[in-house]
């Protein structure tokens, strides 16, 4: 993966991370390292991306079903946009061990900013997001979130499509 889509795809994956620290697959010193760095748009080191099994493994799929040899910015999108939902519903179903509504990304249309947040409207309703993953969002932008974060910035075209 290249440099930014590394970035997107851990600003994605990352909010998922609570659960792979209930799990015992990461602790949560290396979360927060990891989230302070790409918030700062620095890297962690090659590999992380691996803790994240499934997001990981799901890529992988969708570039080769797209004729692409690696994972870029589209397959991270249509993974985290298009797919995820049903994915992460399939996975509770399995292991019960997280929020499946939490844990779906959602695109929603950004209403205020306050205090460094975002209150941003989605079919969950209206709710405050960090904004540390897309610092320059501003009020009326078309956004995609996961958990509590914006994760970025999106067309308005995406926006409707999903």
Same mark, same amino acid.
């Not at 904004?131 to 009020?139: G, L, P, R």
């Given at each position: 993966?290249?440099?930014?889509?590394?970035?997107?795809?851990?600003?994605?994956?990352?909010?998922?991370?609570? +659960?792979?620290?209930?799990? $015992?697959?990461?602790?949560?010193?290396?979360?927060?390292?990891?989230?302070?760095? *790409?918030?700062?748009?620095?890297?962690?080191?090659? $590999?992380?991306?691996? &803790?994240?099994?499934?997001?990981?493994?799901?890529? +992988? &799929?969708?570039?080769?079903?797209?004729?692409?040899?690696?994972?870029?910015?589209?397959?991270?999108?249509?993974?985290?946009?298009?797919?995820?939902?049903?994915? *992460?519903?399939?996975?509770?179903?399995?292991?019960?061990?997280?929020?499946? *509504?939490?844990?779906? +990304?959602?695109?929603?249309?950004?209403?205020?900013?306050?205090? $460094?947040?975002?209150?941003?409207?989605? &079919?969950? $309703?209206?709710?405050?997001?960090?904004?540390?993953?897309?610092?320059?969002?501003?009020?009326?932008?078309?956004?995609? *979130?996961?958990?509590?974060?914006?994760?970025?910035?999106?067309?308005?075209? +995406?926006?409707?499509?999903?």
């Amino acid at each position: 993966m290249r440099i930014d889509d590394r970035l997107l795809f851990l600003r994605y994956a990352l909010p998922c991370a609570g +659960t792979l620290v209930k799990r $015992g697959a990461i602790s949560q010193a290396q979360v927060d390292k990891m989230i302070d760095l *790409v918030s700062k748009d620095r890297l962690p080191p090659e $590999g992380v991306e691996s &803790v994240f099994k499934v997001a990981n493994a799901m890529c +992988t &799929v969708i570039a080769k079903r797209m004729g692409k040899e690696s994972i870029d910015d589209e397959v991270i999108r249509q993974y985290f946009i298009m797919e995820h939902s049903k994915v *992460v519903d399939d996975r509770f179903s399995l292991m019960k061990d997280f929020n499946p *509504v939490d844990c779906k +990304t959602y695109t929603g249309k950004v209403i205020g900013l306050e205090n $460094g947040e975002a209150i941003v409207s989605t &079919v969950l $309703g209206k709710r405050s997001y960090k904004t540390i993953f897309a610092k320059n969002v501003k009020e009326n932008d078309d956004v995609v *979130v996961h958990y509590d974060y914006v994760i970025e910035k999106i067309s308005s075209r +995406t926006a409707k499509k999903v």
